[in-house]
């Protein structure tokens, strides 16, 4: 069973700042089945990137996601944090046919 | 617009039983696996379950153990968790969420505004 570690647990940056979110698997996993998910409180989770690395519709471009082939590091970037912003960042990894999510990051703006 | 509407929560005793459902609409039901997933409070996603288009179920064994079912009714394009003999550690919102697939890649596209169930005496 693969087990996603993500780093830091919070993360307290200012407005504009770039925010480093790690997810390390517990093995090597292809990145084709890496996800990265974005959730509010009081919100329906929201999907970023999948494949590691494409972003997902509508998502800006100050997120960019890393990781590509197989490997055990991925990494969410977000560049020049904005306000709403805020929120749990879940990295998630499918291995047929079972779902598995990473405990998540928490970003705060200070 | 694809739309997911959970119902079905509440509060219950532990050893009771609650059954969620989950309305699908704006898309073709049939034609996707469908997810349960859940937020115990303070803690983050936990996926608790998955059936496939022709009703295959698979389970997170680390503590579904036999107690929960997931169904769905493509006519009604609705997805269903039965919970039994539950547990103050299954107190949580529950999520449906759409598996959805870009390029070769699964992901939870679409997710419901969840459900919260309240596992208490």
């Known amino acids: 069973e693969i087990v996603l570690t993500q780093s830091p647990g919070t993360l307290s940056l200012s407005p504009g700042a770039r925010a480093t979110l790690s997810c390390r698997a517990s093995?090597?996993?292809?990145?084709?089945?890496l996800a990265w998910y974005q959730h509010k409180p009081g919100q329906a989770p929201r999907l970023l990137f999948y494949g590691a690395s494409n972003r997902a519709a509508g998502i800006p471009d100050r997120f960019s996601g890393s990781g590509s082939g197989s490997g055990t590091d991925f990494i969410l970037t977000i560049s020049r944090l904005e306000p709403e912003d805020c929120a749990v960042y879940y990295c998630q990894h499918y291995d047929n046919p079972l779902w598995t999510f990473g405990p998540g990051t928490k970003v705060e703006i200070k | 617009e694809v739309q997911l509407v959970e119902s079905g929560g509440g509060l219950v005793q532990p050893g009771g039983s609650l059954r969620l459902s989950c309305a699908g609409a704006g898309f073709s039901f049939d034609r996707y696996y469908m997810s349960w997933v859940r937020q115990a409070p303070g803690k983050g996603l936990e996926w608790v379950a998955n059936i496939h288009r022709d009703g295959t179920q698979n389970y997170n064994v680390d503590f579904v153990r036999g107690r929960f079912t997931i169904s769905r009714d493509d006519t009604e394009n609705s997805l269903y968790l039965q919970m039994d003999n539950l547990r103050v550690e299954d107190t949580a919102v529950y999520y449906c969420a759409r598996e959805g697939a870009y390029g070769y890649s699964p992901v939870f596209d679409y997710w419901g505004q969840g459900a919260l169930v309240t596992v208490s005496s």
């Open positions: 093995e090597s996993v292809s990145s084709t089945y």
